[in-house]
């Protein structure tokens, strides 16, 4: 069974840094294009961040949170990182991490129709 699982998320003070992990069970996560979404209180669920399978060569973020957040693969640990710096109390949301729906895919994207297995969410909290 292919599942997703998120962690790393919780309390950090504006201008801190954060690292979420995605870790995959039941298959090869570097075989997909993989993304992050994040969801605040009231709002919709929004792309925040997205790697190409294998390489990883491509990755798009965001317009808010470029510059800010890097995300990266460790294949050893078949698992997707998503690195947050300088963060903002805008930032603050449930962090979900998602597989694209075909593997091998040399692009990405921050679209949800893209991406049909995902994690459970982590909750960041950014506030003094």
């Known amino acids: 069974q292919s599942q997703l699982a998120e962690s790393g998320g919780g309390l950090v003070q504006p201008g801190g840094s954060l690292r979420l992990s995605c870790a995959a069970s039941g298959f090869i996560l570097d075989s997909y294009a993989v993304a992050w979404f994040r969801q605040a209180p009231g709002k919709e669920r929004e792309g925040v961040s997205c790697?190409?399978?294998?390489?990883?060569?491509?990755?798009k973020y965001a317009d808010s949170v470029k510059g800010r957040f890097t995300i990266s693969r460790d294949s050893a640990e078949n698992t997707v990182y998503l690195r947050m710096d300088n963060v903002k109390p805008e930032d603050t949301a449930v962090y979900y991490c998602?597989?694209?729906?075909?593997?091998?895919?040399?692009?990405?994207?921050?679209?949800?129709?893209?991406?049909?297995?995902w994690g459970q969410g982590t909750q960041v909290t950014v506030s003094s």
């Open positions: 790697i190409s399978a294998r390489s990883g060569m491509m990755t």
């Open positions: 998602a597989r694209d729906w075909r593997p091998d895919a040399d692009n990405c994207a921050i679209t949800r129709a893209r991406y049909s297995v």
